[in-house]
C-alpha cells in the first residue's frame, strides 16, 4: 500500500502562485508515475499533469500547460505542483495520484490516492 498526503493548498488571488506536494509513504521503492487532478463541485475529476518515475517524461492538461509544473524528488519520495498565474477557474480540489494502470489521463486507472488539498483562486 501507497500513502499519499497532499498539502500547500490555499486561498490566493488570480495571477498568484501556489506550490502543492504530495509526500508519498509505504511502498514507495515501486516505479510510480505520479499524477495530479482537480475536481470543482458538481464537476467530474479532471487530469491537470503527470510525471514518469524517472522524472523524464511530463503531460499537461491543455488548460494549464505553461502555467503549471509537475516535478519529483525520489529521495524525498515526493511530488510538487508549481502553479502560476492561477485563474477562478482553477479553484478546485487538488488530488494526487499513483500508480496508473491504464491512460494516464483517466482517474479510473490509478491505484492510490490522497485526500486532496482545497484551492481557491479569487478574481
Known amino acids: 500500500q501507497v500513502r499519499l498526503v497532499e498539502s500547500g493548498g490555499g486561498v490566493v488571488q488570480a495571477g498568484g502562485s501556489l506550490r502543492l506536494s504530495c509526500a508519498a509513504s509505504?511502498?514507495?521503492?515501486?516505479?510510480?508515475?505520479m499524477a495530479w487532478f482537480r475536481q470543482a463541485p458538481g464537476q467530474e475529476r479532471d487530469f491537470v499533469a503527470r510525471?514518469?518515475?524517472?522524472?523524464?517524461?511530463?503531460l499537461y492538461a491543455r488548460s494549464v500547460k505553461g502555467r503549471f509544473t509537475i516535478s519529483r524528488d525520489n529521495a524525498k519520495n515526493t511530488v510538487y505542483l508549481q502553479m502560476n498565474s492561477l485563474k477562478p477557474e482553477d479553484t478546485a480540489v487538488y488530488y494526487c495520484?499513483?500508480?496508473?494502470?491504464?491512460?494516464?489521463?483517466?482517474?479510473?486507472?490509478?491505484?492510490?490516492w490522497g485526500q486532496g488539498t482545497q484551492v481557491t483562486v479569487s478574481s
Open positions: 495520484a499513483a500508480d496508473p494502470v491504464g491512460p494516464v489521463d483517466s482517474p479510473r486507472v490509478y491505484n492510490y
Open positions: 510525471i514518469t518515475y524517472s522524472s523524464r517524461n511530463t
Open positions: 509505504g511502498r514507495t521503492g515501486s516505479n510510480y508515475d
